[in-house]
């Protein structure tokens, strides 16, 4: 199947200096694209560089800072106007383990969406205080009962998709700009009658930087999964 493997970043130059060749290795046949929100560490530069000399790596350079929901949205056009039949999305920080990559490819072949979870057995997170686990377990269990989802980790975007499953969906109705559209991508696969299935892995801290995850991201995510859940109940 055709693949591509997305990457929407934010100043990740160091990590990307080290996962760019590592995915070009353990997924031999897949493409690579990155999203970059023009990164003031020259991210996008780099990943430039990498494309002159590997006609398997792709940028799409944005002009700035817009988001993770609508940095997806343009992952997902990308991949669909080329006629990937799969599109595995990851974060570009090695929170995501490379190795895992070949796993959710695998169970592709047997399902719509393959979401790599943290919260099946087998899966689990490494370095997390206990509140963040807490804030973490909470925000699946709000998009769960709001959405009406039953996979386990609704909030993470270490997944792969069915491009025929996501041609099914209208992405100019996501409402969600940031961190929510994880959740609202799952109720809207899950609308247009996907299947789903969890691959466990285990969730590090990220290799270089730091998180872009702030309080003000989470509230907002917490409010955009309310909104889709309010177009559910009455649309």
């Not at 799409?60 to 949205?73: E, H, S, V």
């Not at 796993?103 to 899966?123: F, I, N, W």
């Not at 009962?145 to 996979?151: I, R």
């Amino acid at each position: 199947m055709k693949t591509l493997i997305t990457l929407c970043t934010y100043n990740e130059r160091e990590n990307l200096a080290e996962l760019i060749p590592e995915l070009l290795t353990i997924a031999e046949s897949a493409d690579l694209l990155v999203v970059d929100d023009n990164s003031p560490d020259g991210s996008g530069d780099l990943v430039a560089a990498f494309a002159i000399k590997n006609p398997r790596v792709h940028l799409l350079r944005r002009p700035g800072k817009q988001g993770l929901g609508t940095a997806t949205m343009a992952a997902f056009e990308y991949g669909l106007q080329r006629n990937y039949d799969l599109l595995l999305n990851m974060d570009a920080d090695f929170s995501h383990p490379p190795d895992v990559v070949p796993r959710l490819l695998q169970a592709a072949t047997s399902t719509d969406v393959a979401v790599a979870s943290r919260y099946v057995e087998g899966g689990g997170v490494l370095g997390w205080t206990f509140g963040r686990r807490m804030m973490s377990r909470l925000i699946n269990i709000w998009a769960r009962t709001l959405l009406g989802l039953s996979v386990g980790d609704t909030s993470g975007s270490f997944r792969c998709y069915r491009t025929s499953l996501l041609r099914q969906v209208d992405w100019s109705k996501a409402v969600s700009e940031g961190y929510g559209i994880q959740e609202e991508i799952l109720y809207r696969c899950r609308r247009a009658g996907g299947s789903m299935q969890e691959v466990p892995f285990f969730f590090d801290d990220r290799r270089h930087g730091v998180t872009k995850i702030s309080l003000r991201e989470s509230i907002n995510a917490v409010r955009d999964i309310l909104w889709v859940g309010f177009l559910r109940l009455f649309h």
